[in-house]
């Protein structure tokens, strides 16, 4: 029985939800898609700020609606997070933080524990109007926590900031991640975003999903017209093996191999996650013995199909337990004879360590 | 003392006059510009055009359908008998029932300004914060959109104190009970006692000014979220 059930059917004059998903009631689910693609017109049926003529929503045992019932937002036991902050300006860091809480009689996660999580307890006393950009949208996901949510919704929330703003973000989102017990929905359209935060993926297209999995799995089907373009990937989920203090390298394990990478200064054992672009893995018959490539694993070819472009191909390798893609040419793949069952020899060129 | 009794009288009021309207209208006109922000019926429109129609009624167009309505064949002529008000034309009463539809459009759109000025997502952001409605309203729009209520309730003041035909057409002109200041005025000028109309004239002069500087002369800087 899945934890969160949530079946919409929605008719607006240019665009058409309609889901049936079952989502995980823990960790981070990625709603993902491009603009128009009805992420965020799902979240917000979730949250109940659009209601859906037709509906079913449950949440870890809850029904919040269903044919005859439709719970209000204001009596849904989630946190929000908008795209723009939206703090209330009449009021200080503290007061937007307080806002929500002074409303709940729960208080799972309370006020120290959001300010500490999200780092703003020198803003307090500020006005929204006297924070950067990234500041407002730290007390804006405060703000959501400290109403001790059931659920976080995000909709998009580093989309509105640049990139230094988004590093500076980051960082907090893995915490939640990692310390929070309650299932997060995360809409985003940056595959970097949910490489390195999802554990669930939902790709939605045109008001429809087309693929709703665990994140390695869902991102390694090559039966999905998921239009990653140059993105195509995988993401394994790896720990820090050994250090080459000499060349300033770590070799990081995964489930079925390890890949040397640039040394990012974190411990021995931590926990990472690699992301490995198809565009950066390639595929030989023999070993390519000296290279500058130095990642050379056996794998055995599991599946091929078309890429987006007529010349190209995705080829889909077993390594041990873990899943990489490699995009090559077709030409290249009639010439070595890429076949599923066969063995090869898998360079990977690079790697990106995420958190 | 530069005023007579009877212009004190008359002004005095005039102030209550203004001031029990402004503070009917804060309670009448804050829900109509609310749902008139908010609503999507298609009724929504005929209802702004009959709120904005004292802006462009003569005066005693609007007092002269007033006067029937609160006469002895009127429905509110029949209601007021009926509550056991007395008949309300030439009373204080029927001053302030009338200048409340000619003050309307005066409280109504700076307040519907206000309202859309906000947009929905401080609702929404407050509903997620488990704001009912009414609780987001006082917590969240009314703090937001002070400066729209000041303006509001000045301009519905002002022009309550500035009205002259519908109060000809159905207060008449019964010192201590429907002789506000215009009308006085008007006697003064009537009767050709020209400096009295000059006093009391300059002293509305002066009061609308003032009451023009503190609305133009004052403006927060607005507020970012």
């Known amino acids: 029985m899945a934890d969160i059930a949530a079946r ?14 079952a989502l995980p009631g823990s960790g981070v689910t990625a709603l993902f898609g491009h603009s128009g693609s009805g992420k965020t017109t799902l979240l917000r049926c979730i949250a109940g700020l659009e209601r859906a003529p037709q509906g079913f929503l449950s949440v870890n045992g809850e029904v919040w609606q269903n044919e005859k019932h439709w719970l209000p937002t204001y009596k849904r036991p989630l946190g929000y997070v908008f795209q723009e902050p939206s703090l209330f ?7 937007n933080l307080r806002y929500g809480m002074r409303r709940v009689s729960e208080h799972r996660i309370g006020l120290d524990r959001a300010i500490e999580l999200l780092g ?10 006297r924070l950067s950009g990234g500041e407002r949208q730290r007390v804006g996901i405060a703000r959501a926590l400290a109403v001790s949510p059931r659920i976080l919704l995000l909709d998009e929330p580093l989309a ?23 299932p997060v929905l995360y809409v985003s359209h940056s595959p970097d975003e949910v490489a390195r935060l999802a554990d669930h993926l939902v790709v939605l297209d045109n008001g429809r999903a087309l693929a709703n999995g665990p994140l390695a799995e869902t991102l390694t089907r090559l039966d999905l017209p998921i239009r990653l373009g140059e993105d195509a990937g995988t993401v394994l989920e790896a720990r820090i093996g050994q250090f080459d203090r000499e060349w300033r390298l770590a070799r990081v394990d995964f489930a079925g191999g390890s890949l040397w990478t640039r040394d990012r200064d974190l411990p021995v054992g ?42 190209l191909a995705l080829v889909r390798v077993q390594i041990g337990e873990s899943i990489l893609i490699a995009r090559l040419t077709k030409r290249a793949a009639a010439e070595l004879h890429v076949s599923p069952g066969q063995e090869m020899w898998v360079q990977v060129k690079s790697v990106a360590l995420i958190e | 003392m530069l005023l007579t009794d009877n212009d004190l009288q008359a002004l005095w009021l005039t102030v209550r006059l203004a001031s029990m309207v402004t503070a009917i209208l ?5 829900p109509i510009a609310w749902w008139l922000t908010r609503s999507k019926a298609w009724w929504k429109g005929p209802v702004g055009a009959l709120v904005a129609l004292p802006l462009v009624l003569p005066p ?7 006067l029937l309505a609160m006469g002895p064949h009127g429905p509110v002529g029949y209601l007021s008998k009926a509550l056991g008000l007395g008949m309300l034309p030439f009373s204080f009463w029927g001053l302030v029932l009338g200048s409340v539809f000619y003050s309307l459009p005066f409280m109504v759109q700076p307040l519907q300004n206000a309202f859309e000025a906000i947009g929905e997502r401080p609702l929404e952001v407050a509903a997620t914060l488990r704001a009912s409605p009414l609780d987001a309203f006082f917590t969240v729009v009314a703090p937001q959109t002070l400066p729209g209520f000041l303006t509001a309730g000045i301009l519905t003041f002002a022009h309550t104190v500035g009205e002259f035909g519908v109060v000809l057409m159905i207060g008449g002109n019964i010192p201590g009970v429907t002789r506000v200041a215009s009308i006085q005025i008007y006697n003064h000028v009537e009767a050709l006692e020209y400096a009295d109309a000059h006093r009391l004239a300059a002293v509305m002069l002066i009061f609308s000014f003032l009451v023009l500087l503190v609305l133009y002369g004052w403006r927060p800087a607005p507020k970012k979220a």
Do not use: C, M
């Open chain 1, 8 to 21: 919409f059917r929605l008719d607006w004059p240019g665009f058409a939800l309609d889901v049936d998903l």
């Open chain 1, 89 to 95: 300006g009449h009021l200080t860091v503290l007061g």
């Open chain 1, 120 to 129: 703003i307890g020198h803003l307090l006393q500020r006005k929204p109007e």
């Open chain 1, 160 to 182: 509105a900031l640049d990139i230094k703003r988004k590093q500076e973000i980051l960082p907090y989102l893995d915490h939640l991640h990692d310390e929070l017990k309650i």
């Open chain 1, 270 to 311: 931590s926990k990472v996650r690699v992301r490995v672009l198809a565009r950066d893995v390639s595929l030989a018959q023999t070993h390519p013995g000296q290279s500058s490539i130095q990642n050379v694993l056996r794998g055995r070819i599991d599946a091929i199909a078309d890429d987006e472009h007529p010349g």
């Open chain 2, 26 to 30: 804060f309670i009448l006109g804050t």
């Open chain 2, 60 to 66: 005693s167009v609007l007092g002269f359908y007033l």
